[in-house]
């Protein structure tokens, strides 16, 4: 049996259900093999109130020390940043705050044999850190903005190059991340691509998807815009297409929450759009399915992604997708069963991908069938396969 140290920030927590559940789903279909054993440690950012008042600090603060999530202990130690601008420290916080709570973890016994850290910066960083100081070998998987937007920042890049030459091995959730992390000046040979795959147990079509329509008020063509509410998401310019799309019978449901939330509402006034674009908020697993199996159209128009998980969710359970063209975006979308790639990256782009989607929409159990390629088996395997080699 090997035993993993699973390492990272990016992980759900009982404030926040969704956050990195990416990383969750990944570590389930591994166990699933029966090979590994595991325990979990996902640091927290230090906050000292919990009033709801603080925003996402708070969420922080109410997040239990330990919890249980799917029969696995997650250990949540608190690490000290400073709100927009401690970037350059947050890796050694990270590191000085878990060092003395996994070095316990083995002296109660669990001495593990590898540390399995997802996300490079700062996670990456902090455990090879911790890696170097207890003689353990680390792998660090790359997910998107770690290598596609952090290494623009000169001291977190060189932090990233020198724990890349530390590490045992890597893995990047699409080939284009690799290949951004050769052109750094990283050894090709570390770097395993494997990508996320989906859940096709649980993200599946429905046989009362009339019904189910009806109850979520969709009465017209429907697309969704899902994720962070952030700029690099691209909701406002999916806002700025409805406009567009004005002689289309089209609405657009938007789900997720964040930062720019009040931002789009306002925008979504000021074009006279109320009546055809609402907003959900943040939803769990379930009911985002519910929206997934009713939509017509999942519309992604990111500027950055390493591998949406929300493209694949929705295909699975039928629905194509109008996608930006951007790093492993194409790795996911490459059949018209799937959907459609924007030819740009701008209102006008989603605006002619969407008409273009409308004009020769896919069989949806075609879409579904698309989508069956991508199970977890194939990502499982390659884990095992660079685990056994570490473990020995």
């Known amino acids: 049996m090997i035993k993993l140290l699973l390492f990272s920030s990016l992980f759900p927590n009982s404030q926040q259900p969704s956050h990195g559940i990416f990383v969750e789903n990944r570590l389930r279909k591994l166990q699933e093999s029966g090979e590994i054993e595991v325990k979990v440690i996902a640091p927290v950012p230090w906050f000292p109130f919990k009033n709801s008042r603080f925003g996402l600090y708070s969420k922080y603060a109410r997040v239990p020390y330990t919890e249980e999530r799917h029969n696995n202990q997650i250990i949540h130690p608190r690490y000290k940043i400073i709100p927009k601008a401690g970037m350059n420290f947050a890796p050694k916080s990270m590191a000085k705050a878990t060092l003395p709570v996994i070095k316990k973890i083995i002296t109660e016994g669990y001495n593990f044999d590898i540390i399995d850290a997802h996300y490079f ?227 006008q782009g989603v605006t002619n991908g969407v008409k273009e989607l409308l004009t020769n929409y896919p069989d949806r159990v075609k879409t579904r069938t698309y989508a069956e390629g991508f199970s977890w088996d194939q990502t499982t395997e390659g884990q095992l396969e660079i685990f056994r080699r570490l473990a020995l």
């Open 121 to 347: 910066y700062p996670d990456g960083i902090a455990a090879t850190i911790i890696g170097e100081e207890l003689g353990k070998p680390v792998v660090i998987t790359s997910r998107g903005t770690d290598i596609n937007l952090i290494p623009q920042y000169k001291k977190p890049r060189k932090m990233i190059m020198e724990s890349s030459k530390k590490a045992a091995a890597m893995i990047t959730v699409c080939q284009a991340l690799k290949t951004s992390m050769v052109e750094m000046g990283i050894e090709a040979d570390k770097i395993t691509p494997l990508r996320n795959g989906v859940d096709l147990e649980f993200f599946t079509p429905t046989d009362n998807r009339e019904s189910l329509r009806s109850q979520l008020g969709m009465n017209r063509i429907t697309a969704l815009s899902v994720g962070h509410l952030i700029d690099r998401k691209g909701h406002h310019l999916i806002i700025d297409a409805m406009k567009s799309l004005a002689s289309e019978p089209v609405d657009l449901i938007i789900i997720g929450d964040g930062e720019k939330r009040e931002e789009l509402k306002k925008q979504v006034l000021e074009k006279g759009l109320e009546q055809r674009i609402k907003f959900t908020g943040a939803l769990d697993q379930q009911k985002l399915r519910d929206y997934y199996r009713a939509a017509d159209i999942l519309i992604l128009a990111s500027s950055r992604e390493g591998w949406a998980n929300v493209l694949l969710e929705s295909m699975a359970c039928g629905t194509p997708v109008v996608a930006s063209n951007v790093w492993g975006t194409p790795e996911v979308v490459n059949s018209a069963e799937a959907g459609i790639l924007m030819k740009s990256l701008d209102a």
